[in-house]
């Protein structure tokens, strides 16, 4: 069983490769990814409190280990009675002790159902610390994509303001009627609160991004969180989908099902050991107040039928124990049509990417210079630059979107397999 350490710098490495990026040390640069990882690692509320659900689990294998209680045993007899039992004179005063003696292996087996519980633990731990890693990678994606949103929103209030003076230039010169340049000064009020709403929208996802590490505002290590260093564009591969498959195993989701396995056949073996019943011997003195004597007295019991009654707990834990099995292949039918669908979906964001990003773009900020300067001439007129830039910009989005959608199932296909789609060369 990896320590939890251990774990974690597995996922880091994991999930650090969602991004190409640089390191930085000082407060005031960029934020990484893996530096927002090691945040989440340490101040995280999920995972903290998995502290106190390890304590809580020790406390039940110290309780499991405990033998059965020695029991204090007092009574009296043949007293407040009639004839010679009137009074106290022919009462009888016992005084003993009880222990129960446990059969079959009941403690050895009830410690293996709650040391299995705890080892189960540890999956359901290392599962949910990818959950909180993958869910960072998300947030990071977005922040980051939310950058780039902001970065186009300011290039287009450039670009509307040079319509503007474009159009004042020719509304001047008697070339334009005067409405040009009215709607020119609409669309750069509007590509200004375009610019407006992407600051919010940053604002909101980088305090979402903090969020991970519980802060209640976007800082980091008690400084203000500036940008994040990752490249959008830099796609990752799709990987080959038979190579995927084989790393389902790794999935703490899985291994989840194999320590279930084991503590269904821990409770099993606690079942089993139902049907050997246990024996309660006693030992204690006996005062005779009419004779003013003294005796010895044992005792010594044993239920009947115990092998009957714990056939139904028998059959309860067998069956529990063939549902494992059966939720995994289950899990398992889920993961690869869930896999299947996003390596599909990969592949057709990357596609798309890679057009928009080497080859549609570049022919669009070509064609929007040429028609800037044939507008600046006199050649084209307002709805022509217009219809250019508003292509322009609606294409950029465009690759925003897909290479922040082919980052985004980038980090579930690695969640997925726990593993990343290419080794790590940071």
């Known amino acids: 069983m990896k320590s939890f350490s251990a774990c974690a710098r597995g996922v880091c490495v994991v999930l650090a490769t ?39 689990q020790d406390a039940r294998i110290a309780q499991a280990r405990l033998r059965p209680a020695t029991e204090l045993n ?8 009639s004839g010679e039992a009137h009074g106290a004179a022919s009462a009888e005063i016992t005084l003993g002790l ?19 519980a705890r080892d189960l633990l540890q999956i359901d731990r290392q599962a949910r610390q990818l959950d909180v890693l993958a869910e960072v990678a998300r947030r990071f994606i977005t922040v980051s994509t939310r950058q780039e949103q902001l970065a186009l929103a300011d290039e287009a209030v450039k670009l ?8 004042r230039t020719r509304v001047d010169a008697a070339k334009s009627p005067h409405a040009e340049l009215d709607r020119a000064d609409i669309g750069l009020d509007r590509a200004r609160l375009d610019a407006k709403r992407a ?8 305090k979402q991004l903090a969020a991970m590490w519980g802060a209640p505002q976007p800082v980091i290590d008690g400084q203000p969180m500036g940008r994040v260093a990752a490249d959008l564009y830099a796609l990752p591969e799709a990987g080959d989908f038979a190579v995927l498959v084989a790393r389902l195993e790794r999935n703490p989701d899985f291994l989840r099902f194999a320590s279930a396995a084991r503590v269904r056949e821990a409770d099993l073996r606690l079942a089993t050991t139902l049907r050997r019943p246990d024996l309660t011997i006693g030992a204690g003195i006996r005062r005779l107040q009419a004779s003013k004597d003294e005796a010895l007295v044992a005792s010594f019991s044993m239920p009947l039928f115990s092998g009957n009654r714990a056939q139904s707990h ?8 063939e549902l494992v099995d059966a939720d995994r292949r289950a899990a398992e ?24 990003r080497d080859d549609v773009i570049p022919r669009a900020a070509e064609a929007l210079r040429e028609t800037q300067y044939a507008y600046e001439r006199g050649r084209y007129g307002y709805v022509e630059r217009i219809d250019a830039q508003r292509e322009f910009l609606e294409l950029r989005a465009a690759l925003i979107d897909a290479s922040s959608n082919a980052q985004a199932l980038r980090v579930e296909i690695e969640r997925l397999t726990a593993a990343p789609l290419a080794p790590d060369t940071n």
């Open 314 to 321: 028998v059959a309860e834990a067998q069956v529990n124990r």
């Open 333 to 356: 039918i889920r993961a690869r049509t869930t896999l299947y669908e996003l390596h599909r979906e990969l592949g057709t964001a990357l596609e798309e990417a890679t057009s928009l």
């Open 199 to 206: 600051v919010m929208q940053l604002d909101t996802s980088r």
């Open 18 to 56: 969602v991004f190409a990026v640089a390191c930085f040390a000082a407060d005031d640069t960029p934020l990484t990814l893996r530096r927002a990882i090691d945040a989440a690692l340490k101040g995280n509320p999920e995972l903290q409190a998995f502290a106190f659900e390890f304590r809580a």
């Open 160 to 167: 509307a303001e040079q319509t503007v003076a474009g159009a």
């Open 74 to 81: 007092f009574g009296v007899e043949n007293m407040l009675g």
């Open 98 to 116: 009880s222990q129960v003696i446990e059969l079959g292996g009941k403690r050895d087996a009830r410690i293996g159902s709650v040391s299995a």
